[in-house]
């Protein structure tokens, strides 16, 4: 009989150690899974942060880009008003503008450099090149050029030649590269705002260089809902360096 205690109290002290074993295991694991929960919770911020800004950076990448740019200014009161409108939807463009206008608007230069839009050359006056004036085409170029850099510190390496006329060895001569376009709604000799609008936005696709001229108040209309438009399609406007060389 005593034997038989013996054996039942020593089962019931193994059975008691078991569960005590047990129910320290249990909790063991209770509190490693608490822990590991409280870890995810607590890093969860920084991993939808993180994939928010991976989404974001996506987008970003394949975004199609689009040139905006202007020739023939700077105009005293309209590129002021197309720089503000600019400005307010975060956009980028480029700006061939005219020496002659260049010395009546130092200012405005000034600001389209520090708003980070990108500068080039539409010579001094507006001249046509031809077999005739050459010299006379180089000197204006050079001469607009040292214009921009003395107020921007940049060196101008892009130009937008006037009715397209160009010569190549100038490539070389000045280290100068033309930009010519590939859509052109004609703004210059069109004060309806919508058509020029429709003529952009339906002919638009990755890649276009839009031409358009910053001395009409039509213009200045037109170019901020073309941008609204566009960007609402999904497009992203760049100056013309990274179409050329991305």
Request: glycine share 6%; charged share 30%.
């Amino acid at each position: 009989m005593w034997i038989w205690h013996k054996v039942m109290s020593d089962g019931t002290k193994q059975k008691t150690r078991r569960d005590r074993q047990r129910t320290k295991s249990v909790g063991k694991i209770l509190r490693t899974c608490v822990i590991l929960l409280a870890a995810i919770f607590l890093c969860m911020p920084a991993a939808l942060s993180a994939r928010k800004d991976a989404v974001e950076a996506g987008s970003m990448k394949d975004a199609k880009k689009i040139a905006l740019t202007f020739d023939d200014g700077p105009h005293p009161y309209y590129t002021e008003q197309l720089l503000d409108g600019l400005k307010e939807r975060g956009v980028k463009a480029t700006f061939f503008v005219m020496g002659k206008n260049v010395e009546d608007c130092p200012e405005l230069i000034e600001r389209m450099n520090e708003e980070g839009h990108l500068i080039g050359n539409h010579t001094y006056s507006h001249i046509q090149l031809n077999k005739g004036n050459r010299d006379v085409f180089k000197e204006e170029l050079i001469k607009t050029n040292e214009l921009i850099e003395e107020l921007t510190g940049q060196e101008v390496q892009y130009v937008r030649p006037p009715y397209g006329s160009w010569d190549k060895k100038f490539e070389k001569e000045l280290n100068m590269f033309p930009v010519m376009w590939t859509i052109d709604p004609l703004d210059w000799c069109s004060d309806n705002v919508s058509c020029i609008v429709q003529k952009v936005t339906s002919k638009a696709k990755e890649n276009s260089i839009i031409l358009m001229h910053d001395e009409y108040k039509s213009t200045v209309t037109a170019a901020l809902q073309i941008v609204d438009a566009l960007q609402e399609e999904g497009y992203e406007f760049v100056t013309v360096d990274e179409l050329l060389f991305d």
